[in-house]
Nanobody, 124 residues
Framework: VQLVESGGGLVQAGGSLRLSCAASGFSFDDYAMGWFRQAPGKEREGISCISSRDGDTYYADSVKGRFTMSSDNAKNTVYLQMNRLKPEDTAVYYC??????????????????WGQGTQVTVSS
């Protein structure tokens, strides 16, 4: 399993970014995918995920209504569209895979493989 995130960068508050996570070595049909983030000095936080078992998508309250997770199974890629970004969204963002196919509860210890992360910085 290999996961490679991209799309991070520096953006002003109120702006948008789209993160991508390209996966190889497995099929999205079988596994669940999640997005997490970790800010300096804080624990890694689950923010969104898609279950392959039922297709449901979950969002943490902190990003609900602003972030949208989607997947392109043909490309084995998941995306995180982030709108109305805030300075508190600044973090390293990671994608991860859960081999059970269920993405919830969205906690790091349930996830089996991780990407290297991509930095998102939101200036005020």
């Amino acid at each position: 399993v290999q996961l490679v995130e991209s799309g991070g960068g520096l953006v002003q508050a109120g702006g948008s970014l789209r993160l991508s996570c390209a996966a190889s070595g497995f099929s999205f049909d079988d596994y669940a995918m999640g997005w997490f983030r970790q800010a300096p000095g804080k624990e890694r936080e689950g923010i969104s995920c898609i279950s392959s078992r039922d297709g449901d998508t979950y969002y943490a309250d902190s990003v609900k209504g602003r972030f949208t997770m989607s997947s392109d199974n043909a490309k084995n890629t998941v995306y995180l569209q982030m709108n109305r970004l805030k300075p508190e969204d600044t973090a390293v963002y990671y994608c991860a895979v859960d081999i059970t196919g269920w993405c919830f509860p969205l906690v790091p210890k349930r996830y089996d493989d991780w990407g290297q992360g991509t930095q998102v910085t939101v200036s005020s």
